[in-house]
């Protein structure tokens, strides 16, 4: 049976998430209520806007459903806003504190070529647009890559946060990686 992909879908770039999922051969469910959530193998938060975001969750009451997925294993990526969704200062799903906008205000956006723990098969081009750095990170968080000293891909247990945008790129190995988790349902 193909696999069951939630993308956050309230705001920012979820349809290119679903679509590189699809490709995998997996299915993608916009997700915009808590009930959208039931029974997925896995769920993206796509990048955005943070802020926006934020208001969207509270709207819809969907912080406490998605802090629950997360902790029952169900594996989780966030990218760019959505690594920011997932820190101590939103949802308190990894244990990171990200800085927003960390490049810079001349630096909106950039591409760079990033080697990644974990991700085989050479370094992944990486979009990053407006993006967030890992400022800092407790003891059960693994860097996977980096720009310069600054994490800009981390993994804890099932969740996986990059401050890039990997369905912009074309290279669908983060996805794989999603897919290959074992969550529980
Ligand atoms: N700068 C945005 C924020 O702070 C994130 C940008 C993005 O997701 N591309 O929410």
Known sequence: ???LVGVLALQGDFEAHGKLVRSLGAEAREVR???DLDGLDA???PGGES???TLGIEREGLAKPLRELAARGTPV???CAGMIMLDRDHLGVLDVT???NAFGRQVRSF???IELAGVAGGP???VFIRAPWVAEHGPGVAVLGRVGEHPVAIRQGNVLAVSFHPELSGDARLHELLLAMNGTR
């Open 33 to 35: 209520v808590p009930a």
């Open 124 to 126: 992944m081009h990486a």
């Open 77 to 79: 990526l966030g990218t």
């Open 1 to 3: 049976m193909p696999k």
């Open 111 to 113: 591409e760079a070529d």
């Open 98 to 100: 990200t800085r927003r």
């Open 51 to 53: 802020t926006v975001m």
């Open 43 to 45: 769920l993206i938060i």
